[in-house]
């Protein structure tokens, strides 16, 4: 499939006024097919969010480049910024003092669209599909939260662009307010065929969005699946012990790596088996420790598991020049994921 972003050997090292380097981001290659909702996740100071700056032009990478629909970010600038939109974490996307109208006129002029009467009728097409003509001249400081987001938002699809990032799309969203983002994610991809990169801490949110996902961890690349793949492939080390009647903490911190949660009285432990270990280890560890168990079974992970199943896993391993470099133990082998 032909990629939007192409993202090679991306590196930015911030400098710490004691002279100590910060590896932000460290030789990220990376590549988003067009039309796909593509999730990019990881913990805070992970690199995502710099990642992603560096995509819209707003940091200059150190090394490496950025291609948007085959345009360089850095030798091309004005054609690879007209490629897309974005809407960055917190509240300030939008002038607060002016209203929603007036904003998405401010910014349709700021990116280039010259024609008055293209530019307003645009601007009614976003304001209807997102709830908000009705309050088109109320000032954006008297919207809620979510209402903030949607003209944040509007104004970042004023001129249709074929890519479209959105960092925290959904951060102090109400329900209903969170619903309605993502019903126009899946629609800008799927109805649209835009390419979404969204990045994002509601893990359950992006299972059920994106396509593919990537997972960022100390400025290095994890993971990098179609989301289905991904889970598929976790799914045969992930288990569920259930044992009978309540199991002290103490006892559930001897299964490293496992949850423990209570269900019609049973203590179930839900996780990973770790490296070395097997399913009939686990089930010696129950005895050994007294423990009456009742069942072992294979259970289908969700992304929240993988994702700090992989982080944990990283964090354990030495730091590698490179991310391709770095191996992922995976059901007793290592494999690149």
Partial sequence: MKAAIEIESLSKIYRRRNGDDINAVSSLDLKVAAGQVFGFL?????GKTTTIKMACGLVLPTTGTVRLNGY???KQRGQAMRQIGAVLEGTRNVYWRMNAWQNLLYFGRLKGISSGKRLKARAEELLRELDLWA???DPVREFSRGMQQKVAIAAALITDPPIVLLDEPTLGLDVQASRTVQKWITQLAKDRGKTVVLTTHQLDMAETLCDRVAIMSQGQL???RPTNELLDLFRQEFYQLRLRGTVA??????FSGFVASQENGHT???GAVSDGLSVFDLAERARLLGLDLISIAPAAPNLEEIFVELVERAEQLPTQSAVTQRPVRVTGAVQKI
Avoid: F, I
């Fill in 222 to 224: 994890l993971a990098h």
């Fill in 268 to 270: 179930v432990l839900s």
């Fill in 42 to 46: 990881g913990s805070n100071g992970a």
């Fill in 249 to 254: 903490p103490e006892v559930v911190e001897r």
């Fill in 135 to 137: 309050r088109r001249k």
């Fill in 72 to 74: 360089d970010m850095r």
